[in-house]
């Protein structure tokens, strides 16, 4: 017995072989090469963006909030836009393009210099950005059999982390000089990183795009011409039956969407809730919310592709995004007991609680991902992804509100609250996954 197990473990392939094989995939390649390098971009940007409009431009914290609630509130209509888009279009020409533009936007926020001109260069810049990021959603959709996309977007998110980290630090460099010439030039960096990292996606092929819609033959009539009534009853039936698949029309996939949008609200928590709480209700230094934060950057990276394996089966994401709810609500709980505590204890109490924070947000990405992707109509593959990411936009530009109005003004109680919003999402996203698990049957049968 021990024989044969050590001569499976010889046989299994390590990380590095694994990894190989996993490029192998041109279009992952493809999408992995445009990811690396255009993260990079948006981590220096993500860094210094608000330093920059409140300490270079010289915005009030009131009008720099709005300039990004303003940017999130264009991503959304984007992300919606986007996907309607690839079923139409192009999805790695749309990629390309949008994905382009929204990085030469980015380089021009260097020039920025009132309220007026970054708002205006916000919107743009996350109009373009969410468009892009859509496609590239219809994009995994297409190119990838169904037990390889939430593998693929498990690998791509782990490249953005790892370049995202890196873009941070490569911001410290505008950080610590601190004058506007080194946040310029940063800024102008990141945008020409984003645009070149647009690039590889030429490289991908034709296979990505949405199949062309069937086009309607002429029917012929006994005499030998066309058949104008019958014809134009053929179109009717395309159209109707295109619109039937909107998923517009599809109530458990909206509820899907609702409900990821809400247990998305986790990451307001830990970019919004998590630092006022430790500097406002804690004896915690601030310094441990970056320590918060590279604790979770490194837990994604090493976790979220093997936590990823197995969830293309609905039955599989539903249980992944259950156990994700009670660590959320765990985690919940955990930070509220940080208050009041000694500085050390705090700071442990604190980092317990990010652990189950990181492992819920690695195994509910993965269930939603899986869900997203196996309950969505592949002819409308585009418009579904659209739809769910538009979702996740709504949850974004709403956390701060929720967040606030829960953790961050009740205190314990408000952080209860937040625990059941969490659990009760991810009770419902099971829920769902359940009855699509046990119909599935049945509809393969018909």
């Known amino acids: 017995m021990k024989s044969a197990a050590s001569s499976s473990a010889r046989q299994r392939p390590g990380l ?22 255009s993260r990079i971009g948006r981590g220096v940007f993500l860094t210094v963006t608000v330093l920059f409009f409140t300490q270079i431009i010289g915005l009030s914290p009131a009008q720099a909030a709005l300039v990004l609630a303003v940017s999130s ?75 390889r996309r939430v593998h693929a977007r498990a690998v791509l998110r782990t490249i953005t982390n790892v370049s995202i980290a890196i873009g941070g630090a490569v911001a410290a460099i505008a950080l610590a000089l601190g004058t506007a010439e080194a ?10 990183l984003c645009t ?23 029917v012929l009539t006994a005499t030998g011409s066309i058949d104008a009534d019958a014809v134009a009853a053929a179109v009717a039936t395309e159209k109707r039956d295109w619109r039937r698949r909107s998923p517009w029309r599809d109530p458990r996939y909206l509820v899907l969407t609702v409900l990821s949008a809400v247990f998305g609200m986790q990451f307001g928590v830990a970019e919004l809730g998590v630092p006022l709480w430790i500097t406002e209700q804690t004896e915690a230094p601030a310094v441990i ?27 599989t994401a539903g249980r992944v995004t259950m156990i994700a709810g009670w660590l959320m609500a765990a985690a919940c709980i955990v930070y509220a007991l940080a208050a009041g505590l000694p500085a050390w204890v705090a700071i442990v109490v604190l980092i317990i609680a990010m652990i189950a924070h990181t492992f819920a947000e690695i195994l509910s990405q993965a269930g ?47 952080w209860g609250m937040l625990a059941l919003i969490f659990l009760a999402a991810a009770f419902g996203i099971w829920l769902i996954a359940r009855r699509a698990a046990a119909s599935a049957p049945v509809a393969e049968a018909v």
């Open 368 to 414: 939603a991902w899986g869900l997203s992707f196996e309950l969505a109509d592949p002819v409308r593959a585009g418009a579904y992804q659209g739809v769910f990411g538009m979702g996740f936009s709504l949850g974004a530009l709403f956390s701060p509100i929720v967040v606030n109005a829960t953790a961050i003004t009740f205190g314990f109680a408000g």
């Open 196 to 218: 070149i990292g647009s690039f590889p996606l030429l490289r991908l092929t034709a296979a990505v795009d949405a199949p062309p819609r069937p086009v309607v033959a002429p």
């Open 183 to 192: 946040y310029r030039t940063v800024i102008v960096a990141a945008g020409v």
């Open 289 to 315: 919310v970056s320590v918060l934060l590279i604790t979770n950057t490194t837990l994604v990276v090493l976790f979220q592709v093997r936590a990823s394996r197995g969830t293309h089966d609905v039955r």
């Open 16 to 37: 590095r072989a694994r990894l190989a094989a996993s490029m192998s995939d041109p279009v992952l390649r493809a999408l992995v090469t445009s990811t690396a390098v």
């Open 73 to 147: 509130g264009f991503g959304v209509v984007a992300s919606l836009l986007g996907g309607w888009l690839a079923d139409r279009w192009s999805a790695r020409r749309l990629s390309f393009v949008f994905e382009a533009l929204g990085g030469l936007l980015l380089a021009a926020y260097a020039f920025a210099g009132d309220f007026v001109s970054a708002l205006v260069l916000a919107s743009l810049s996350g109009f373009f950005d969410s468009i892009a990021h859509s496609s590239r959603s219809a994009i995994i959709a297409r190119g990838f059999a169904a037990d």
